[in-house]
């Protein structure tokens, strides 16, 4: 089955750019997804990109898919304290399959 | 974006009990739902896909006796933990996909259960 890799941690300097990455093992997951999670809330969604795509970008966020290696990577721009949370890659075969989750990647912005 | 929500967000109960969580979509119609576990810093693992009119499909390792799901509308599924002891106490989110104009999955903003 498919298994979603994180690293589990990062800091960054409030108005640096953040960089989180992610890997991925089935080549058909078709939709991957990043996920926020402030603490003790539920998830909210932040992008997704289809398989189709390299890159996807929406304001201070910037999606890149290098399907080839199966890596997938969020950059934010303009990192904020408020971009202070845990972030999940997800990925899956289409929207009627189950979302597999990386364990997370919590973000820490020092200001 | 599509809105998912689920009642109650959070609940105390006492060992023994059994616990009902609702997950609604509120302005599309679900045709399958998911619901999932997470566990204190870690990340979601998937309990049951719901789909709407037939039996839920659990993973393997979840009791279907113990976690029974109800998916009787296009709007509302249910999970209910029966029998709840403080193993069960964690936060349990779900998904709805609504199979229209897109194929995303929708979260709700989960449910804390905690069981003395």
């Known amino acids: 089955g498919e298994d979603v890799e994180q690293s589990l941690f990062l800091s960054v300097r409030e108005g640096d750019s953040s960089v989180i990455n992610c890997t991925y093992t089935?080549?058909?997951?078709?939709?991957l997804y990043w996920y926020k999670q402030e603490p003790g809330a539920g998830l909210q969604l932040l992008t997704y990109i289809f398989s189709n795509m390299d890159m996807k970008q929406d304001q201070r966020l910037t999606v890149l898919l290098n399907k080839k290696d199966k890596h997938l990577s969020l950059r934010i721009a303009d990192t904020q304290t408020g971009d202070s949370a845990i972030y999940f890659c997800a990925g899956t075969r289409s929207g009627n399959t189950p979302l597999v989750f990386g364990k997370g990647t919590r973000l820490s912005v020092i200001a | 974006g599509a809105v998912v929500s689920q009642h109650p967000s959070r609940v105390i109960c006492k060992s023994g009990t059994s616990v009902k969580i609702e997950c609604r979509s509120l302005?599309?119609?679900?045709?399958?739902m998911f619901w999932y576990r997470q566990f204190p810093k870690k990340s979601l693992m998937l309990m049951a896909t719901s789909n709407e009119g037939s039996k839920a499909t659990y993973e393997q390792g979840v009791e279907k006796d113990k976690f029974l799901i109800n998916h009787a509308s296009l709007t509302l599924s249910t999970l209910t933990v029966t029998s709840a002891h403080p193993e069960d106490s964690s936060f349990y989110i779900c998904?709805?996909?609504?199979?229209?104009?897109?194929?995303?999955?929708?979260f709700g903003p989960g449910t804390r259960l905690t069981v003395l």
């Open positions: 998904s709805a996909f609504s199979g229209r104009g897109g194929d995303t999955q929708y």
């Open positions: 302005d599309f119609q679900a045709t399958t």
């Open positions: 089935d080549s058909s997951s078709t939709y």
